[in-house]
């Protein structure tokens, strides 16, 4: 069963920028393709960025432009770059793998002057 980890979640101001990051256990990671999932406050979880094992990667309209998803397949971790931050991108933000469904423990994002 593998194990997904997220930091780098935080309080930052409108415009600013945060990095988060997902790292997975488990011995095989390029293969598969990974997700950010973010629930806002009385909201639905909702996909935010995903990125195949071929690095192929699909975005939200609303983060178009401002989030770059990215994988370090050495590393086995994959990142959320998020730029011109919004208050309406705040919410606990999930790293997912389709295969298996596995779910990080989520971590808080807070864009708020």
């Known amino acids: 069963q593998v194990q997904l980890v997220e930091s780098g979640g935080g309080l930052v101001q409108p415009g600013g920028s945060l990095r988060l990051s997902c790292a997975a256990s488990g011995n095989i990671f390029s293969i598969y393709a990974m997700d950010w999932y973010r629930q806002a406050p009385g909201k639905q979880r909702e996909l935010v960025a995903g990125?195949?094992?071929?690095?192929?990667?699909n975005y939200a309209d609303s983060v178009k432009g401002r989030f770059t998803i990215s994988r370090d397949n050495a590393k086995k971790t994959v990142y959320l770059q998020m730029n011109s931050l919004k208050p309406e991108d705040t919410a606990v933000y999930y790293c997912?793998?389709?295969?298996?469904?596995?779910w990080g423990q989520g971590t808080q994002v807070t864009v708020s002057s």
């Open positions: 997912h793998r389709a295969f298996g469904d596995a």
């Open positions: 990125i195949t094992g071929a690095f192929a990667t």
